[in-house]
C-alpha cells in the first residue's frame, strides 16, 4: 500500500518549498511503519510474544529514533531552503470532488517532532521494562506505548489536515487504551472514557475546521490550504483558526477542555511521562504552529490563543499549588506549561519558535520528572501523596539528582534548560502595544513566579524536610533499566536550552517553516529587567517553599486551607461545572427520551401491534412450519398484488 | 462470458442452496449449515467473478445486464443490471452471508428441521436481497422489496427472542405499511411514463417531465417507505425490537443489508426519478436526518440491552447516511454510499461480537456484564475494535465515510452538518460507555467457566475487522466503484458541486 513516488507524480499538493523526497527521506514512512508493526505484532501475536515482546516493542521505537535521526542528519546536509522534503504515499480518499493523496511533510517543525517523541519515547519504553516488570499485562501495554508513538508520528508527520486528524484519534486511542491500563479499577476506567470524550469535543473543532477548508478553498493539505490562505477573508480563517484552537485544546488540556489531564494520572507513571512529554497535550501546540497560515490573516483568532494560554497557565499553576498527589500536581504543571507554548503560538512569527523550544525542552524536564516520580512511587509501595513522603534525598540518590535538575529547569534558573525556553516566551509576551503586552506579559511572569512556588514545594515536599513516611516503606532506589533513563533525561533538562540557544540556533533552524522574528519588536520593558523581574519572582516562589514545605514541618494530612485552596483542590471546580451544566441534564434528557421512544412515539404503533396481538395469536396457527405452506402463502400474496395492480390498469 | 447472466445466477445459487438445504434427509439434517455455508461461499465466489466483469469506465448506467419479458401487457419486465453502487451492495450482502451463517453455527442446537429451516430461510433471504439491488425494474424492484420480508418475518418470529411475535409483527407492519405506500407511487409512476413493454424500466421511468404536484406525490411515496426501510426518526421504532429479538445473523442481515435498501432507494429512485421532488423535499430530509443522528446516538446511550444499544446507533449512522444523500454533493454521495459498506460491516462485527458475549453471560442486559476484559480478554478486544469502528476511529473504515459525508454536507448545508458533526461527541459516549459496563470493573465471579474466543468466532471476526483496517487506509477500491454511480445520480439530479468559495487567484485546485 506505499507505492514511493518520490518524483513530479503529485506536484499539485506540494507545498511551494517542499521537494520531492529523495535518499533515505523517501523511507520516512518507516517512522510510522516501525513501532506500529511493534504494536501489530505485539496485539496479534497475543500470549506466545510475551517473552520477547517487550523487547522487540523497544527495539522498533529505537529504530523509529535511528531512522529520525539519519532523516534529520540527512537534512542538515541540505541547505536552509531545500530542507523541507514531501513524500507522496498513495492515493488515499478520492471521495468524488474531495481528492486527497496520503503524504508526510518532512521539515524542519516535524523532524523536530520527530526527534524528540523518538528520543524520548524510547527511553520511557527502557524505562518501563522496570517499571512494569512485574505487571501480568506488560505485552499489552508495551504494544500500546509502540501504538502511541506510531500515532504521534503520523499525526507530526502528515500532510494534510485529514491524514493527521488519524494521528491526532490515533494518540487519543492510545491514551484512551494506557489510561485505563488498569481498568479493573472502575475510576481508572471512567478516566479513561473521559480523556477520549473530552478528546471528542475538541476533536469536533477540527472536523468543522477540515470542513470549513475544503468548502472554502476545495483542499485539505498544509500546501494546499496556505496556498489558498492567502487570499482568504480573515471571517473564514477566524473561523477555520478557532475551530482548530478547539481541537488544540482537547488534546492539549486547555481552558475549558483541560479537565481529563488530572484524571489521567490513572495510567501507569510512564504513560503520563509520554502523555506529557514526548506526545498527545504536545500535539495541540503542533497544530497551532503548523497553521500559522491561517492564524497570520486571524488576529482575532490569534487573539484567543494567547488567551485560553494565559487562562491555562495560571489556571495549572494556580492548582498546582494544592494538590499532595505528586502526579497530579505535576499533571497540573503540564497544563500550566503548555499553557505557555499556547500564549508564545499565539503570539504569532515572534512565538512559535520559542513555543515550540520550550516545548522540546519541556519534554526533557518533564518527562524525567514524571518517570522520577515512577522511581519515587516504585520506592514507596506506589504511594503518591507528598505528605507521606519527605527526605527521600538520602533514600534515593539517583532519583533526588536527576528531578533536582528537572526541577531547576522548570523553574528557569539559569543555566538550565527552561531558563532559555521560558524567559524567551515572558520577553515575547512583553511585546506588543496598548493592554496586551501588560496583561499577558503580566500572566506569564506571574506564573513563573507560581511555578516556582508549586514545584519547589513538591520537591522539598518529596525530597527533603522531615520524614513522614508510612510505616510499611522502605524506600530503595530503583533499578538502573529505569534510572539510566532519568540520567539522560536530566542531561537534556540541564543542558538542552544552552545548547540550542547559543547563537540562535533552534530559532533560526524553524525559521524556514513559521518564518523570522520581525526586526524591531522589543518587549515594553528592557529585557535585563525582564529577566531580573522573573528571577525575583521565582527566587520569592522557592523561598515561601522552603519556609512552608522545608523549614517547617508538613502535616500528615491536609489543613482546610483558605478557599482558594481548597477551590484548587478540587481543580478549581472544574468537574462540577462540567457535571452541572453537561453530564446530569445529559442524563436526564437521555432517560426522558428513552422512556418517551419506548412509549410516547412508540405509543401509536403499539396500540395497533396491541390490536394485532389477537390477530397474530390466529395466525400462529398458521406457522405450522411446512414450508410449503409458507410457499403458498407467498404465492398467493405475489398473485393477489399482481391481481390488484392488473385490475387498477 | 459477456452474455453470462451472472445476476440471475449469483441469485439462483442461495436459492438452489436453500432448496438443498430444506430438502436434505431426515439423516442428514446435521448437515444442513455445513451445506448452507457451502452455497454462500460458492455465492460469494461468483460475485467476486462477476464484480471483476464490471468496467468502472463505462458510460452505461448499468452493466451486467439481463433483460427478458415477464409481464408485459403492464410493463414488467425481468430486467437485472448493476451500477457501482448496486454491485458494491451486492458483494457486501455476499461477504455478509457467510459471515453469518457461520456466526449462526448454533444457533438452533435442537437440530432436524427446524435447523435446516433457519438455514434454508437465510439463504432464501440472500436470493432476494440479490434481487433487490440488480433490479433495474421499478415493479421488480418492489416484488422483490416486499418479498424479502417473508423470510425476514419467519427468521424473527420462529427463531427470536420472548418477544419475538411482538417483534415480528411490528416489523412487518411497518414494512407493509410503507411497503403499500410504495405501490401506490409505483402505479402511479407507471402511469406518467412512456409505457409500452418495457414501461417499468427504471431508464425509461429517469428523466419523465412530471407535473410538479404528481411528481411530488410520487417521491413522497417512495420515500416514505424508504425512511421505514432505513430506519429514519420517527419510523425507527420497530428497528431495536426487530435487531434485540432477531437471531444476532438475521440482525445483521437486516441491519447491515436489508435497511440499505432504503438508503439505496433514495439514491437508485428518488433522486434519480424525482430529482426536482427530492430538491424540494431536501430541508425536512435533511432536518430528519440530522435528528436521527443526535436522537439516535442519545437513545443509545441510554440503553441498558446490548442489542438494542446497537440498533439505535444504527439510526444515529443511517441519519448520517442520509444526510449526505440529500446534501447533494460528489462528496457527500461517495461518503453516504461508503457508508453503506462499512457499516454493513460494522454492524456485523457489533453484533456478532455482543452476541458472543450475550452467549457466554445468558443475558442481553448491560449491567449483567462487567470486568468482562479479565474474563475474555480476546473478546474484550474485538468487541472494542468493533465499538471503535461504530464511533468511527480515524485509520477504521467509517471514519473516512463520515469525514466525506460531514464534509460533503457542509459544502452546500454549513448548519446541518455542524450540527450532525456533535454526533461523533455522542457517539464516543454511547460506545465507551457500553464498553466500561460491559468490561471493566474487577472480574466478576462466575458460576461456571467461560471460554475466550474459539476459532469459529476468529473466523468470523477476522475478515470484518480486516475490512475495518483496509478500508480505512485504502478506501479506493470502493469509491472507485461507488464514484461514478454517485456522479451519473446527481447529473439526474442536475446539480454540480459547489465551487470552493475563497479561493487565491490563479491558483489551480
Known amino acids: 500500500m506505499t507505492t514511493l513516488q518520490p518524483l513530479a507524480a503529485a506536484v499539485t499538493s506540494e ?24 504494536a501489530a505484532v505485539l496485539l496479534l501475536g497475543g500470549r506466545r510474544t510475551d517473552k520477547w515482546g517487550p523487547l522487540f516493542a523497544v527495539a522498533m521505537s529505537w529504530s523509529a529514533f535511528v531512522v529520525g535521526f539519519i532523516v534529520w542528519i540527512a537534512m542538515l546536509g541540505r541547505d536552509g531552503e531545500s530542507r523541507a522534503m514531501h ?28 526527534l524528540l517523541i523518538t528520543f524520548v519515547g524510547s527511553l520511557i519504553h527502557v524505562y518501563s521494562l522496570g517499571y512494569m516488570e512485574h505487571d501480568p499485562d506488560k505485552r499489552r501495554f508495551f504494544a500500546y506505548l509502540n501504538l502511541f508513538v506510531a500515532a504521534m508520528l503520523l499525526l507530526v508527520l502528515a500532510d494534510s489536515y485529514l491524514l493527521l486528524y488519524v494521528g491526532w484519534e490515533g494518540v487519543g486511542l492510545a491514551s484512551y487504551l494506557l489510561i485505563g491500563f488498569w481498568n479493573y479499577n472502575p475510576a481508572y476506567a471512567t478516566a479513561a472514557n473521559k480523556a477520549f470524550v473530552v478528546n471528542r469535543v475538541g476533536d469536533f473543532g477540527l472536523s468543522v475546521a477540515i470542513m470549513i477548508m475544503f468548502a472554502a478553498f476545495g483542499t485539505v493539505t498544509f500546501a494546499g490550504v496556505q496556498e489558498a490562505s492567502g487570499g482568504a477573508g480573515s471571517g473564514v480563517l477566524t473561523a477555520i483558526g478557532l475551530m482548530l484552537l478547539l481541537g488544540a485544546c482537547g488534546k492539549s488540556a486547555q481552558f475549558p477542555l483541560q479537565s481529563w489531564l488530572g484524571d489521567a494520572m490513572a495510567g501507569p507513571t510512564p504513560v503520563s511521562a509520554l502523555i506529557h512529554a514526548a506526545t498527545m497535550v ?63 503560538a499565539g503570539l504569532g512569527p515572534v512565538g ?102 508549586y514545584m519547589s514545594r513538591l520537591f522539598f515536599m518529596t525530597f527533603h524536610g522531615k520524614k513522614r513516611w508510612t510505616d510499611d516503606v522502605h524506600p530503595h532506589e530503583s533499578p538502573l533499566l529505569m534510572t539510566v533513563p532519568m540520567m539522560v533525561l536530566a542531561v537534556g533538562s540541564a543542558l538542552l536550552g544552552l545548547v540550542l540557544s547559543i547563537g540562535g540556533t533552534f530559532s533560526s533552524w524553524l525559521e524556514p517553516v513559521v518564518g523570522g522574528h520581525a526586526e524591531g519588536e522589543h518587549p515594553v520593558l528592557p529585557v535585563p529587567v525582564l529577566i531580573t523581574l522573573t528571577l525575583l519572582l521565582v527566587a520569592g516562589g522557592v523561598a515561601l517553599a522552603w519556609l512552608r514545605y522545608w523549614r517547617d514541618s508538613v502535616p500528615e494530612t491536609a489543613p482546610t486551607g483558605s478557599l482558594l485552596t481548597r477551590a484548587a483542590r478540587r481543580d478549581l471546580y472544574q468537574d462540577d461545572v462540567n457535571e ?22 412508540d405509543g401509536g404503533v403499539g396500540g395497533l401491534a396491541a390490536l394485532i396481538g389477537g390477530t397474530s395469536s390466529r395466525l400462529r396457527k398458521l406457522q405450522n412450519g411446512f414450508a410449503r405452506s409458507y410457499a403458498l402463502t407467498m404465492l398467493a400474496g405475489v398473485v393477489a398484488i399482481l391481481g390488484a395492480v392488473w385490475v387498477i390498469q | 462470458m459477456s452474455n453470462f447472466p451472472w445476476l440471475t445466477v449469483i441469485g439462483l445459487i442461495p436459492l438452489i442452496g436453500a432448496i438443498v438445504v430444506a430438502a436434505l434427509p431426515a439423516s442428514m439434517a446435521d448437515q444442513a449449515k455445513k451445506v448452507a455455508l457451502g452455497f454462500s461461499l460458492l455465492t460469494l465466489v461468483f460475485g467476486v467473478a462477476a464484480a471483476l466483469q464490471f468496467k468502472t469506465g463505462s458510460t452505461q448506467q448499468f452493466q451486467l445486464v439481463e433483460q427478458h419479458e415477464w409481464i408485459p401487457q403492464f410493463g414488467v419486465s425481468y430486467a437485472l443490471g448493476v451500477d457501482g453502487l448496486a454491485l458494491v451492495m451486492i458483494l457486501m450482502a455476499l461477504v455478509l452471508l457467510p459471515i453469518c451463517i457461520l456466526a449462526a453455527w448454533d444457533d438452533v442446537p435442537e437440530g432436524g428441521k427446524r435447523e435446516k429451516n433457519y438455514f434454508a430461510l437465510t439463504l432464501v433471504l440472500a436470493t432476494f436481497m440479490v434481487g433487490v439491488f440488480a433490479a433495474t425494474d421499478v415493479f421488480l424492484f418492489y416484488v422483490f422489496f416486499e418479498a424479502m420480508l417473508i423470510p425476514v418475518y419467519f427468521l424473527i418470529g420462529s427463531y427470536g427472542g420472548p418477544r419475538r411475535q411482538y417483534a415480528a409483527v411490528k416489523f412487518l407492519l411497518f414494512s407493509l405499511a410503507g411497503g403499500l405506500v410504495m405501490l401506490i407511487g409505483v402505479i402511479a409512476l407507471y402511469k406518467y411514463g412512456p409505457g409500452g413493454a418495457d414501461g417499468f424500466l427504471v431508464t425509461k421511468l429517469t428523466g419523465l417531465d412530471l407535473p410538479v404536484a404528481a411528481g411530488r406525490w410520487i417521491f413522497l411515496a417512495f420515500f416514505i417507505a424508504f425512511a421505514v426501510k432505513a430506519p429514519m426518526w420517527p419510523v425507527h421504532t420497530w428497528l431495536p425490537d426487530a435487531a434485540t429479538e432477531a437471531r444476532p445473523a438475521t440482525a445483521v442481515l437486516l441491519v447491515g443489508v436489508l435497511d440499505k435498501v432504503g438508503t439505496y432507494g433514495m439514491i437508485r429512485f428518488c433522486l434519480q426519478l424525482f430529482p426536482e421532488a427530492s430538491q424540494w423535499a431536501t430541508p425536512v430530509v435533511l432536518a430528519l436526518a440530522v435528528i436521527s443522528i443526535i436522537y439516535g446516538a442519545l437513545l443509545a446511550i441510554g440503553q441498558t440491552d446490548v442489542m438494542r444499544l446497537i440498533a439505535y446507533t444504527s439510526v444515529s449512522h443511517f441519519g448520517f447516511i442520509v444526510l449526505g444523500i440529500f446534501a447533494f454533493t460528489t462528496t457527500g454521495g461517495a461518503g453516504s454510499t ?48 468493533a465499538g471503535l469502528a461504530g464511533l468511527a476511529l480515524p485509520g477504521l473504515s467509517p471514519f ?17 452538518a455542524v450540527i450532525a458533526t456533535t454526533g ?86
Open chain 1, 15 to 38: 507545498p511551494a518549498a517542499a521537494h520531492a523526497a529523495t535518499g533515505i527521506t523517501a523511507y520516512a514512512w518507516l517512522l510510522v511503519a516501525l513501532p506500529a508493526l511493534g
Open chain 1, 87 to 114: 513524500l507522496d504515499l498513495y492515493n488515499w480518499v478520492p471521495a468524488g470532488s474531495f481528492q486527497l493523496n496520503a503524504g508526510m511533510l518532512v521539515d524542519q517543525l516535524s523532524v523536530t517532532f520527530v
Open chain 1, 282 to 344: 504536545t500535539a495541540g501546540v503542533y497544530l497551532i504552529v503548523r497553521s500559522n497560515f491561517i492564524f497570520e490573516g486571524a488576529p482575532n483568532a490569534q487573539l484567543v490563543v494567547v488567551i485560553v494560554g494565559a487562562i491555562t497557565l495560571l489556571f495549572g499553576a494556580i492548582v498546582g499549588c494544592a494538590k499532595d498527589d505528586i502526579k497530579k500536581a505535576l499533571a497540573a504543571s503540564t497544563m500550566s506549561q503548555i499553557g505557555y507554548m499556547m500564549l508564545a
Open chain 1, 352 to 453: 512559535y519558535a520559542f513555543a515550540i523550544f520550550h516545548l522540546v525542552t519541556h519534554g526533557f524536564f518533564k518527562a524525567g520528572m514524571f518517570l522520577g516520580a515512577g522511581s519515587v512511587m516504585h520506592g514507596m509501595n506506589d504511594q503518591v501523596d507528598m505528605r507521606r513522603f519527605g527526605g527521600l534525598s538520602g533514600a534515593m540518590k539517583i532519583t533526588w539528582a536527576t528531578f533536582g535538575l528537572g526541577w531547576l529547569a522548570i523553574l528557569g534558573v539559569p543555566p538550565f534548560s527552561g531558563f532559555w525556553s521560558k524567559d524567551k516566551i515572558i520577553e515575547a509576551a512583553f511585546i506588543g502595544e496598548g493592554w496586551r503586552p501588560w496583561v499577558f506579559g503580566g500572566a506569564a511572569l506571574i506564573g513563573a513566579g507560581i511555578t516556582a512556588f
Open chain 1, 580 to 601: 452541572a451544566v453537561f453530564m446530569r441534564p445529559g442524563i436526564h434528557l437521555t432517560r426522558a427520551l428513552v422512556f418517551a421512544d419506548n412509549r410516547g412515539i
Open chain 2, 338 to 385: 461508503l457508508y453503506m459498506l462499512n457499516h454493513g460491516f460494522t454492524t456485523a462485527a457489533l453484533f456478532l461480537v455482543a452476541a458472543m458475549l450475550v452467549a457466554r453471560r445468558g443475558s442481553k442486559r448491560i449491567p449483567d456484564f462487567g470486568g468482562w476484559q479479565r474474563v475474555t480478554p480476546g473478546l474484550a478486544g474485538v468487541f472494542l475494535v
Open chain 2, 400 to 416: 473516512v465515510s463520515e469525514i466525506m459525508v460531514l464534509v460533503g454536507t457542509f459544502q452546500r448545508y454549513k448548519l446541518p
Open chain 2, 424 to 509: 461523533i461527541i455522542l457517539a464516543a459516549l454511547y460506545i465507551l460507555l457500553m464498553y466500561k459496563r460491559m468490561m471493566t470493573g474487577p472480574k466478576p465471579q462466575l458460576d461456571r467457566p467461560v471460554r475466550d474466543i474459539t476459532l469459529r468466532e476468529k473466523i468470523v471476526v477476522a475478515p470484518l475487522i480486516a475490512a475495518f483496517l483496509v478500508f480505512g487506509f485504502y478506501p479506493k477500491p470502493a469509491l472507485d466503484l461507488l464514484n461514478p454511480a454517485v456522479k451519473a445520480t446527481l447529473q439526474h439530479v442536475g446539480v454540480t458541486d459547489p465551487a470552493p468559495t475563497s479561493v487565491a487567484e490563479g491558483s489551480s485546485k
